[in-house]
């Protein structure tokens, strides 16, 4: 079978096409023929070497999130059967309850090789089943992107409901899933993006009011105007320093702000937070527990995850350079076969 690895981790041409033996599932695992792998901010920085404070190790098969069809199982198997179409989880040992140290590093293309491959195995709890509406290619934006859209959500001590105010920022894959959750349990939506085209895109997904950030520098503050100096109650921040202070001016008193990307880094005035009651939240993808749950909101709601564009397994180099541009509106896909 084909797959890519990481020799080294410098730049995005270290990806490296090459061959190995089909795995074969042991006890308790399951073998998996992927059909599509997508493509999050995690993967580019992992193969840059910009990710963690130590690279990854050589031969890694990196991404984390791709979907296929169950070739063959092991012993002890009945979760899933031959045939079943599943992803596999981000984290193969979290399968519920908090983010605690009581769950093993476990993490798909970091921790553990991926699933830029043509056969993976993986262990029988770490897969869910993927809903029947969804393409391979649809599917495998779920796992990171997906997942940690519903965990800011719908997994923290308040969960968005109808009728609350969702801030997103920028319009990567997260924060399109965000909308499209946010929109369908009836929440408002607020989106920054760089694009006016691309705000657009966001309202026909189900923004309220888009907000054009090289417009309007200040658009914490814009926020509060737009939402009559009440603010957000969840922002779903994926910037890092060069944003949160932004972001903590566009949260009412007492909101959260979603911390999930770390694009750049910076310093935050704890006296706004204590001042406002501000929480921020981590998040760091989610469970499997919520990777399910999140599965029946998209069957239920007929909710179809946005793909900006499908590359051939052959072209891996060129789907990693797409992402970095920036220029891409939801998820990039990889067609693995």
């Known amino acids: 079978m084909r797959l890519y690895r990481l020799p080294t981790a410098t730049k995005i041409d270290d990806l490296t096409f090459t061959d190995a033996p089909s795995p074969a599932p042991g006890h308790g695992q399951v073998a998996v023929r992927v059909r599509a792998v997508s493509l999050n901010y995690r993967d580019l920085m992992i ?5 963690g404070a130590k690279p990854p190790r050589a031969g890694l098969v990196p991404c984390s999130d791709g979907a296929g069809e169950v070739i063959a199982v092991g012993d002890g198997v009945s979760r899933v059967k031959v045939g079943d179409r599943v992803a596999g989880i981000f984290h193969q040992k979290w399968l519920g309850g908090p983010f605690s140290e009581a769950v093993p590093a476990s993490a798909l293309g970091g921790d553990l090789d991926g699933v830029l491959a043509e056969e993976v195995v993986l262990d029988v709890d770490g897969v869910v089943k993927v809903p029947d509406g969804l393409s391979f290619e649809e599917a495998a934006t779920l796992p990171c992107a997906g997942v940690t859209a519903w ?20 319009t990567g894959g997260v924060s399109v ?3 499209q959750f946010a929109k369908a349990v009836g929440a408002r939506v607020v989106s920054t993006s760089s694009s006016d085209e691309k705000l657009g895109r966001a309202k026909a997904l189900g923004t309220t009011d888009g907000i054009n950030y090289k417009d309007t520098p200040e658009w914490g503050k814009e926020v509060m105007r737009v939402t009559g100096g009440v603010g957000a ?3 779903v ?15 009412r008193k007492g909101g959260t702000v979603a911390v999930i990307g770390v694009l750049t880094g910076g310093e935050i005035d704890p006296r706004r937070l204590i001042s406002r009651a501000v929480t921020l939240r981590g998040v760091y993808v989610g469970s499997r527990d919520a ?11 007929g909710i179809k995850p946005v793909i900006d564009r499908v590359f051939p397994f052959e072209q891996a180099r060129e789907a990693y350079r797409h992402l970095q541009s920036g220029s891409h509106f939801g998820k990039v896909v990889i067609r693995v076969g």
């Open 233 to 235: 109650d969840v922002v």
């Open 177 to 179: 899933f965000a909308i």
């Open 291 to 301: 990777f399910e749950a999140m599965n029946r909101a998209i069957a239920v709601n």
């Open 151 to 170: 965990s800011a959500l719908f997994e923290g001590p308040r969960p968005v409901k109808a009728g609350d105010t969702v801030l997103t920022l920028g």
């Open 47 to 51: 193969a840059t070497g910009t990710y």
């Open 237 to 251: 921040e994926i910037g890092g320093g060069s944003t949160m202070g932004h972001s903590i001016t566009a949260v």
